[in-house]
Protein backbone atom coordinates (compact mmCIF):
# COMPACT_ATOMS: atom_id res chain seq x y z
CA UNK A 1 0.00 0.00 0.00
CA UNK A 2 0.75 3.39 -0.69
CA UNK A 3 2.82 5.70 2.13
CA UNK A 4 0.45 8.80 2.61
CA UNK A 5 0.42 11.67 5.42
CA UNK A 6 -2.76 10.94 6.50
CA UNK A 7 -3.24 15.04 6.44
CA UNK A 8 -3.58 14.54 2.37
CA UNK A 9 -6.88 13.95 0.70
CA UNK A 10 -7.01 10.76 -1.89
CA UNK A 11 -10.17 9.63 -3.34
CA UNK A 12 -10.07 5.79 -2.80
CA UNK A 13 -10.94 5.50 -6.33
CA UNK A 14 -7.48 6.63 -7.12
CA UNK A 15 -4.38 4.41 -8.41
CA UNK A 16 -1.35 4.63 -6.70
CA UNK A 17 1.21 2.15 -6.58
CA UNK A 18 2.60 0.13 -3.78
CA UNK A 19 5.84 2.20 -3.14
CA UNK A 20 4.46 5.81 -3.88
CA UNK A 21 4.66 8.31 -1.25
CA UNK A 22 2.53 10.94 -0.75
CA UNK A 23 3.47 13.81 2.01
CA UNK A 24 1.06 16.28 3.79
CA UNK A 25 -1.67 18.37 2.72
CA UNK A 26 -1.96 17.14 -0.88
CA UNK A 27 -5.28 16.47 -2.98
CA UNK A 28 -5.35 13.26 -5.66
CA UNK A 29 -9.02 13.03 -7.66
CA UNK A 30 -10.16 9.49 -8.23
CA UNK A 31 -9.15 9.55 -12.08
CA UNK A 32 -5.31 9.62 -10.99
CA UNK A 33 -2.83 7.20 -11.46
CA UNK A 34 0.93 7.32 -10.11
CA UNK A 35 3.52 5.02 -11.08
CA UNK A 36 5.85 3.37 -8.87
CA UNK A 37 8.81 5.14 -7.38
CA UNK A 38 7.26 8.14 -7.16
CA UNK A 39 6.80 10.92 -4.68
CA UNK A 40 4.99 13.28 -4.23
CA UNK A 41 5.51 16.39 -1.78
CA UNK A 42 3.63 18.66 0.08
CA UNK A 43 0.40 20.89 -1.27
CA UNK A 44 0.23 18.94 -4.62
CA UNK A 45 -2.85 19.07 -6.57
CA UNK A 46 -3.47 16.24 -8.96
CA UNK A 47 -6.83 15.85 -10.79
CA UNK A 48 -8.77 14.80 -13.92
CA UNK A 49 -7.49 11.79 -16.09
CA UNK A 50 -4.28 12.09 -15.12
CA UNK A 51 -1.57 9.62 -15.29
CA UNK A 52 2.14 9.76 -13.56
CA UNK A 53 4.70 7.37 -14.69
CA UNK A 54 7.00 5.52 -12.99
CA UNK A 55 10.01 7.53 -10.54
CA UNK A 56 8.67 10.84 -10.99
CA UNK A 57 8.53 13.65 -8.13
CA UNK A 58 6.84 16.27 -8.26
CA UNK A 59 7.59 19.05 -5.82
CA UNK A 60 5.35 21.24 -3.53
CA UNK A 61 2.35 23.13 -4.42
CA UNK A 62 2.24 22.09 -8.22
CA UNK A 63 -1.44 21.39 -9.77
CA UNK A 64 -1.72 18.63 -12.41
CA UNK A 65 -4.11 17.69 -14.66
CA UNK A 66 -6.56 20.50 -13.80
CA UNK A 67 -9.02 21.98 -16.36
CA UNK A 68 -7.71 23.49 -19.74
CA UNK A 69 -7.82 27.05 -19.51
CA UNK A 70 -9.19 27.36 -23.34
CA UNK A 71 -12.51 28.38 -23.31
CA UNK A 72 -13.05 26.25 -25.97
CA UNK A 73 -14.03 23.32 -23.57
CA UNK A 74 -17.00 21.69 -23.63
CA UNK A 75 -16.58 18.89 -21.04
CA UNK A 76 -15.69 15.09 -21.38
CA UNK A 77 -12.33 13.50 -20.51
CA UNK A 78 -9.15 15.39 -21.65
CA UNK A 79 -6.37 14.67 -19.69
CA UNK A 80 -2.76 14.53 -18.62
CA UNK A 81 -0.07 11.99 -18.80
CA UNK A 82 3.47 12.28 -17.69
CA UNK A 83 6.34 10.08 -18.50
CA UNK A 84 9.04 8.16 -16.41
CA UNK A 85 11.63 9.88 -14.43
CA UNK A 86 10.27 13.17 -14.69
CA UNK A 87 10.58 15.59 -12.20
CA UNK A 88 7.99 18.83 -11.09
CA UNK A 89 9.47 21.65 -9.53
CA UNK A 90 7.93 23.77 -6.91
CA UNK A 91 4.27 25.77 -8.53
CA UNK A 92 4.55 23.95 -12.05
CA UNK A 93 0.92 23.92 -13.44
CA UNK A 94 0.69 21.41 -16.41
CA UNK A 95 -3.75 21.85 -17.52
CA UNK A 96 -5.33 18.98 -19.23
CA UNK A 97 -6.25 19.20 -22.79
CA UNK A 98 -8.97 20.68 -24.34
CA UNK A 99 -10.85 17.89 -25.82
CA UNK A 100 -12.59 14.29 -24.41
CA UNK A 101 -10.01 11.91 -25.47
CA UNK A 102 -6.92 13.92 -25.51
CA UNK A 103 -4.17 14.60 -23.46
CA UNK A 104 -1.60 17.38 -22.54
CA UNK A 105 1.67 15.18 -23.08
CA UNK A 106 5.51 15.52 -21.17
CA UNK A 107 7.81 12.70 -22.05
CA UNK A 108 9.87 10.90 -19.78
CA UNK A 109 12.86 12.52 -17.89
CA UNK A 110 11.81 16.07 -18.31
CA UNK A 111 13.00 18.62 -15.98
CA UNK A 112 10.32 21.25 -15.55
CA UNK A 113 11.69 23.76 -12.68
CA UNK A 114 10.05 25.99 -10.78
CA UNK A 115 6.66 28.36 -11.62
CA UNK A 116 6.89 26.59 -15.10
CA UNK A 117 3.52 26.34 -16.95
CA UNK A 118 2.64 23.38 -19.69
CA UNK A 119 -1.20 24.59 -21.36
CA UNK A 120 -3.42 22.60 -22.83
CA UNK A 121 -2.75 20.07 -25.64
CA UNK A 122 1.20 20.87 -25.30
CA UNK A 123 3.48 17.97 -25.87
CA UNK A 124 7.06 17.53 -24.52
CA UNK A 125 8.96 14.66 -25.47
CA UNK A 126 11.70 13.19 -23.38
CA UNK A 127 14.41 14.53 -21.58
CA UNK A 128 12.89 18.41 -22.36
CA UNK A 129 14.47 20.79 -19.50
CA UNK A 130 12.48 24.01 -18.89
CA UNK A 131 13.77 26.20 -16.68
CA UNK A 132 11.94 28.57 -13.72
CA UNK A 133 8.68 30.25 -15.02
CA UNK A 134 9.26 29.24 -18.71
CA UNK A 135 5.60 29.46 -20.29
CA UNK A 136 4.19 27.13 -22.73
CA UNK A 137 0.92 28.33 -24.69
CA UNK A 138 -1.73 25.82 -26.27
CA UNK A 139 -0.15 23.01 -28.48
CA UNK A 140 3.14 23.84 -28.08
CA UNK A 141 5.50 20.76 -29.02
CA UNK A 142 9.08 20.61 -27.54
CA UNK A 143 10.99 17.55 -29.21
CA UNK A 144 13.41 15.72 -27.26
CA UNK A 145 16.39 17.15 -25.34
CA UNK A 146 15.73 20.60 -26.34
CA UNK A 147 15.76 23.53 -23.41
CA UNK A 148 13.66 25.71 -22.54
CA UNK A 149 15.13 29.28 -21.13
CA UNK A 150 13.57 30.87 -17.79
CA UNK A 151 11.31 33.29 -18.15
CA UNK A 152 10.34 32.41 -21.84
CA UNK A 153 7.01 32.49 -23.48
CA UNK A 154 6.18 30.41 -26.31
CA UNK A 155 3.02 31.17 -28.85
CA UNK A 156 0.47 28.89 -29.10
CA UNK A 157 1.31 26.13 -31.95
CA UNK A 158 4.90 26.68 -32.17
CA UNK A 159 7.11 23.86 -32.24
CA UNK A 160 10.74 24.02 -30.83
CA UNK A 161 13.21 21.61 -32.56
CA UNK A 162 14.74 18.60 -31.02
CA UNK A 163 18.21 19.33 -28.97
CA UNK A 164 16.93 23.31 -29.73
CA UNK A 165 18.38 26.01 -26.93
CA UNK A 166 16.45 28.93 -26.11
CA UNK A 167 17.75 32.19 -24.28
CA UNK A 168 15.98 33.41 -21.38
CA UNK A 169 13.08 36.06 -21.66
CA UNK A 170 12.41 34.53 -24.68
CA UNK A 171 9.37 36.11 -26.87
CA UNK A 172 9.36 32.70 -29.27
CA UNK A 173 6.26 32.96 -32.15
CA UNK A 174 7.93 31.15 -34.65
CA UNK A 175 9.25 27.44 -35.02
CA UNK A 176 13.22 27.16 -33.86
CA UNK A 177 14.65 24.56 -35.93
CA UNK A 178 16.23 21.58 -34.05
CA UNK A 179 19.89 21.83 -32.91
CA UNK A 180 20.11 25.21 -33.09
CA UNK A 181 20.27 28.07 -30.54
CA UNK A 182 18.18 31.18 -30.60
CA UNK A 183 18.19 34.18 -27.96
CA UNK A 184 17.67 37.88 -28.24
CA UNK A 185 14.51 40.08 -28.57
CA UNK A 186 13.67 40.38 -30.99
CA UNK A 187 14.50 36.80 -31.17
CA UNK A 188 17.13 35.61 -33.73
CA UNK A 189 18.86 31.89 -34.13
CA UNK A 190 22.78 32.61 -33.12
CA UNK A 191 24.04 29.49 -34.19
CA UNK A 192 24.42 25.70 -34.30
CA UNK A 193 23.88 24.14 -30.16
CA UNK A 194 27.53 22.91 -30.68
CA UNK A 195 27.89 22.38 -26.77
CA UNK A 196 24.66 20.37 -26.51
CA UNK A 197 25.21 18.46 -29.30
CA UNK A 198 28.75 16.89 -27.96
CA UNK A 199 27.20 16.64 -24.83
CA UNK A 200 24.77 14.01 -26.61
CA UNK A 201 27.66 12.50 -28.01
CA UNK A 202 26.67 13.62 -31.44
CA UNK A 203 30.09 13.07 -33.83
CA UNK A 204 31.97 15.79 -35.21
CA UNK A 205 31.39 14.48 -38.73
CA UNK A 206 27.66 15.69 -38.24
CA UNK A 207 28.16 18.73 -36.25
CA UNK A 208 29.90 19.96 -39.27
CA UNK A 209 27.22 19.27 -41.25
CA UNK A 210 25.03 20.89 -39.06
CA UNK A 211 27.03 23.70 -39.61
CA UNK A 212 26.98 24.09 -43.53
CA UNK A 213 23.17 23.40 -42.95
CA UNK A 214 22.83 26.67 -40.64
CA UNK A 215 24.66 28.76 -43.32
CA UNK A 216 22.70 27.84 -45.94
CA UNK A 217 19.02 29.00 -43.95
CA UNK A 218 21.03 32.04 -41.85
CA UNK A 219 24.07 33.02 -43.72
CA UNK A 220 22.56 32.86 -47.20
CA UNK A 221 18.72 33.35 -46.33
CA UNK A 222 17.33 30.34 -48.56
CA UNK A 223 13.76 29.91 -47.85
CA UNK A 224 13.04 26.57 -47.00
CA UNK A 225 12.32 24.63 -50.58
CA UNK A 226 15.79 26.14 -51.70
CA UNK A 227 17.55 25.41 -48.59
CA UNK A 228 16.15 21.78 -48.52
CA UNK A 229 17.35 21.28 -52.58
CA UNK A 230 20.98 22.75 -51.62
CA UNK A 231 21.06 20.43 -48.89
CA UNK A 232 20.24 17.65 -50.76
CA UNK A 233 22.58 18.09 -53.05
CA UNK A 234 25.74 19.14 -51.00
CA UNK A 235 25.76 17.52 -47.49
CA UNK A 236 25.64 14.11 -46.44
CA UNK A 237 22.02 11.98 -45.35
CA UNK A 238 22.91 12.34 -41.86
CA UNK A 239 20.31 11.76 -39.50
CA UNK A 240 20.17 14.90 -38.12
CA UNK A 241 20.80 16.36 -41.42
CA UNK A 242 16.91 15.03 -42.68
CA UNK A 243 15.54 15.62 -39.48
CA UNK A 244 16.54 19.26 -39.95
CA UNK A 245 15.48 19.20 -43.40
CA UNK A 246 12.16 17.58 -42.25
CA UNK A 247 11.60 20.18 -39.74
CA UNK A 248 11.97 22.97 -42.24
CA UNK A 249 9.70 21.37 -44.92
CA UNK A 250 6.73 21.03 -42.62
CA UNK A 251 6.86 23.99 -40.22
CA UNK A 252 3.60 25.61 -40.06
CA UNK A 253 4.68 29.23 -38.70
CA UNK A 254 7.64 29.25 -39.95
CA UNK A 255 11.13 29.22 -38.73
CA UNK A 256 12.87 31.87 -36.90
CA UNK A 257 14.99 33.97 -38.45
Known sequence: MAESDSRSVIHPNAV?????????????????????????????????????????????????????????????????????????????????????????IVGDRCHIMAYCHVAHDCFLGDEVIMANAATLAGHVIIEDQAIIGGLCGIHQFVTIGRLAITGGCSKVVQDIPPFMTADGNPLKVRGVNKIGLER????????????????????????????????????????????????????????TR
Open 16 to 104: LADDVVVGPFCTIGPEVKIGSGSVIKSHVNLEGFTEIGENCTIWPFSSVGSQSQDLKFKGGRPGVKIGSGSTLREYVTVNAATFDGDFT
Open 200 to 255: HGVEKENIRALLEAYKLLYRKKLGAKEMISVSQQTLPRLPEILHLENFVEKSQRGI
